[in-house]
């Protein structure tokens, strides 16, 4: 059983940063592909961004193309989301999620677990 926190969310004004952690605990994190998803008011969970095990093999949404870097410290066993000319519509419950597929998945029904969320709010 694999346990994420994420962590690093915030307020943030209009074209500025945010870096995101999700710290995993309780498995191997090596063997599973992260993810990151986001969720606003009243809309569905949608996909950001995902990284293969090895970090290799990285997958972003049009929404964070240029905008957002998914990475990953093995070591440490951790796995991040850079944020940078934060926007308005960027404002969500941020999600990471371990999948244990070689390619890492961009639907949120292959992912097995789940951390609780960090909530991202930006002024404009």
């Known amino acids: 059983q694999v346990q994420l926190v994420e962590s690093g969310g915030g307020l943030v004004q209009a074209g500025g940063s945010l870096r995101l952690s999700c710290a995993a605990s309780?498995?191997?994190?090596?063997?599973?592909?992260m993810g990151w998803f986001r969720q606003g008011s009243g809309k569905e969970r949608e996909f950001v961004a995902a990284?293969?095990?090895?970090?290799?093999?990285?997958r972003n949404a049009d929404s964070a193309k240029g905008r957002f870097t998914i990475s990953r410290d093995n070591a440490k066993n951790t796995v991040y989301l850079q944020m940078n000319r934060l926007k308005p519509e960027d404002a969500a419950v941020y999600y990471c999620?371990?999948?244990?597929?070689?390619?890492?998945?961009?639907?949120?029904?292959?992912?097995?677990?789940w951390g609780q969320g960090t909530q991202v709010t930006v002024s404009s």
């Open positions: 309780g498995g191997t994190f090596s063997s599973y592909g």
């Open positions: 990284i293969s095990r090895t970090g290799g093999y990285i």
């Open positions: 999620a371990a999948a244990s597929s070689v390619v890492p998945p961009m639907s949120a029904f292959e992912y097995s677990y």
